[in-house]
Every structure is written in structure tokens, then in C-alpha cells.
Antibody, heavy 120, light 110 residues
Framework: QVQLQESGPGLVKPSQTLSLTCTVS??????????WNWIRQPAGKGLEWIGR???????NYNPSLKSRVTILVDTSKNQFSLELSSVTAADTAVYYC????????????WGQGALVTVSS | QSALTQPASVSGSPGQSITISCTGT?????????VSWYQQHPGTAPKLLIY???KRPSGVSNRFSGSKSGNTASLTISGLQADDDTDYYC??????????FGTGTKVTVL
């Protein structure tokens, strides 16, 4: 079955750009039937939807983060990525990637999550 | 785009049924049949329990059921078990191709 795995630096300095990659295995990211999402969760807090991308490159972002977020897809590597600029301590969180069916409303499956800490 | 409102905690005894509410607005929960529910054990990724308000993915126990009335969606867990003692989140499509999550509910099995 499809599996997702996040990867990237676990420590980012304030004002810099956070970059994460989600690698999809067991299926093609180009299948056309799914959106590919990023979701984050600060320690001890709730989930926040960051945004999503369709294999064509079409993106949708959380309005509260839109000015700082870029999501890209690399179909040749079966990966999609997240860039979050001008980070502060408030961006410290576990970042998850997740698949969303084109016709259904659920996020499934999810990656295991990657902890990113913003600190100097 | 404000988070959907869930009770901070709900508790019940083994074998009982409990219901978790998820309140939004006519711009999210009330406007679309695109509500989903997730179970999250500590240190692990959320697991999809319910999608499209009341549909269950294959492999999810039929003890979990979802419904919606107006701007409030609900998750009911019947036959409460020890393993149900954890966190639950709702999510809803909120228009303009965006999503919003609920504040989260801690379920305690007494």
C-alpha cells in the first residue's frame, strides 16, 4: 500500500526557510486521483492544515500561512515538498504529509511526521 | 478561518457510548458534507476514522460512527474500549479549496 515519509532538517534558525520533502512509495504521485497535503502539529496542541498540491502543480494554501508557504511537486522523484519562509519559534512543530482522495474528504495515509525546531 | 470547536475532554466507562461534537459555521461544517474524524495516539500520526461525515474506511471498526446536524458534526464511539483512550480531531472542508481542523478532544476511558 502507499506509504509517505517526511525528511529534512530538524533544526532551523529563526528568519530562515524551513524545507521538508515527502517521499511517496507504493504508488505514483502522478496518478491524478489524489491531492498531496502538508499538516503540522505543535507539541501538545492541535492539527493545522498548511496546504496541498495536485500533480499538475496546482496548489491551495491556508490563508493564515499563504504569504510564507510554497508547496512543490517533483513527479520524477515521486516527491512533494514544503517551504516555509521567515520562520519563528511559533513554527516549531511536527510536520506531517498526507494523501487526500480527489473525491473524498479524508486524509489517509499520513507520514510518520518530522519534528522541526526553530531555534538559534 | 477559525478552528472548529470540540470539547476538551469526554469520558466514559468501558462498554458505554460517548459522543464528541465538532462545531463550525455554515462556511465549513454546515456548508459541505466533507467532515472527517481522526484518532491520534501519543507520538503517532493521526488515523482516519470517518470521512464524508459518516463513511468508514475499510478496516475501521463499526464502533465508530459519524453524523451531522446543521453546523455541528458528531463522532460516536460505542462499546468503549481501553484503546479508545486517546485524542480525537475533526476536520472540515471550509470552501475555497481549504481545510480546517477541530481543537481536539481527549477521550478518557474510566
Amino acid at each position: 500500500q502507499v506509504q509517505l515519509q517526511e525528511s529534512g532538517p530538524g533544526l532551523v534558525k529563526p528568519s530562515q526557510t524551513l524545507s521538508l520533502t515527502c517521499t511517496v512509495s507504493g504508488g505514483s504521485i502522478s496518478s491524478g486521483s489524489y491531492y498531496w497535503n502538508w499538516i503540522r502539529q505543535p507539541a501538545g496542541k492541535g492539527l493545522e492544515w498548511i496546504g496541498r498540491i495536485y500533480p499538475s502543480g496546482t496548489t491551495n494554501y491556508n490563508p493564515s500561512l499563504k504569504s510564507r508557504v510554497t508547496i512543490l511537486v517533483d513527479t520524477s522523484k515521486n516527491q512533494f515538498s514544503l517551504e516555509l519562509s521567515s520562520v519563528t519559534a511559533a513554527d516549531t512543530a511536527v510536520y506531517y504529509c498526507a494523501r487526500e482522495d480527489f473525491t473524498d474528504s479524508g486524509f489517509d495515509p499520513w507520514g510518520q511526521g518530522a519534528l522541526v525546531t526553530v531555534s538559534s | 478561518q477559525s478552528a472548529l470547536t470540540q470539547p476538551a475532554s469526554v469520558s466514559g466507562s468501558p462498554g458505554q457510548s460517548i459522543t464528541i461534537s465538532c462545531t463550525g459555521t455554515s462556511s465549513d461544517v454546515g456548508g459541505y458534507n466533507y467532515v472527517s474524524w481522526y484518532q491520534q495516539h501519543p507520538g503517532t500520526a493521526p488515523k482516519l476514522l470517518i470521512y464524508d461525515v459518516s463513511k468508514r474506511p475499510s478496516g475501521v471498526s463499526n464502533r465508530f460512527s459519524g453524523s451531522k446536524s446543521g453546523n455541528t458534526a458528531s463522532l460516536t464511539i460505542s462499546g468503549l474500549q481501553a484503546d479508545d483512550d486517546t485524542d480525537y480531531y475533526c476536520s472540515s472542508y471550509s470552501g475555497t479549496s481549504t481545510y480546517v481542523f477541530g481543537t481536539g478532544t481527549k477521550v478518557t476511558v474510566l
